[in-house]
């Protein structure tokens, strides 16, 4: 049973508009979260984190939000660039230490 | 970029042979990771070190084996590659890990292995 969920498996959106993109998880016990960028043939890429002590964190066009009670965390990218089109996965840290990853989502920045 | 090399890129393999893929870091970190990727499945675990010798198991580690006799080097064996094992191959490197963690760390990743068995 996948504990970090990602619903969307792909996501289109035009180019300068906002970009949400969602990640669910189960366990009440992760407290970290992060975000990972992937192009193809490559490897995955930390994009921006945030821990279960704050609800929000920014890095530039990016912004991670938490709702601990709802168990749900969203990605926001403003404005969004064709340089954006990759797949992102959310991952949670367990109790030990390790990531669990969602399955992605692919996100399409359409010009 | 961190310095994460992965050998090789690619291999096609038949049911039953061994199979080594190799991770190399010029990062000089602690910690190295193998994952596989599947769809509909994310990143999973497969093993992880701590140290030189010094290895545990993840979530997927059954069919898999690993050795780090230098810092520099992380070694993923399938003993004998089964279909099953048709998968995207990743390394990665953090400096700390484990109950050092610390929340400004991230893993750094390879470029990936694409193993096909035949």
């Known amino acids: 049973d996948q504990q970090v969920k990602q619903n969307s498996p792909s996501l289109s959106v035009q180019e300068g508009r906002i970009s949400i993109l969602n990640c669910d998880y189960t366990?009440?016990?992760?407290?970290?979260f992060l975000w990972y960028k992937k192009y193809p043939a490559e490897g995955p890429t930390f994009l921006i984190s945030?821990?279960?002590i704050k609800d929000k964190n920014e890095d530039g066009r990016f912004t991670v939000f938490l709702n601990k009670s709802a168990k749900h965390l969203s990605l926001h990218i403003v404005p969004s660039q064709p340089g954006d089109s990759a797949v992102y996965f959310c991952?949670?840290?367990?109790?030990?230490?390790?990531?669990?990853w969602g399955a992605g989502t692919k996100l399409i920045i359409k010009p | 970029d961190a310095g994460i090399t992965q050998s090789p890129r690619h291999k096609v393999t038949e049911t039953g042979t061994p199979v080594t893929l190799r991770c190399h870091q010029t990062?000089?970190?602690?910690?190295m990771y193998w994952y596989r990727q599947d769809p509909g499945h994310g990143l999973r675990l497969i093993h992880y070190?701590?140290?030189?010798?010094?290895?545990d198991k993840g979530e997927v580690s059954d069919g898999y084996s690993v050795s780090r006799s230098k810092t520099e080097d992380f070694l993923l064996t399938l003993e004998s590659a089964t279909s099953s094992q048709t998968s995207v191959y990743f390394c990665?490197?953090?400096?700390?890990?484990?109950?050092?963690?610390?929340?400004?760390?991230?893993?750094?990743f390879g470029p990936g292995t694409r193993l096909l068995v035949l």
């Open positions: 991952a949670a840290m367990d109790s030990n230490y390790q990531l669990i």
């Open positions: 366990n009440s016990m992760f407290d970290y």
């Open positions: 945030i821990s279960s």
């Open positions: 990665a490197i953090s400096e700390s890990g484990g109950v050092a963690w610390s929340y400004q760390e991230t893993q750094y």
């Open positions: 070190s701590y140290g030189v010798k010094d290895t």
């Open positions: 990062e000089n970190h602690r910690y």
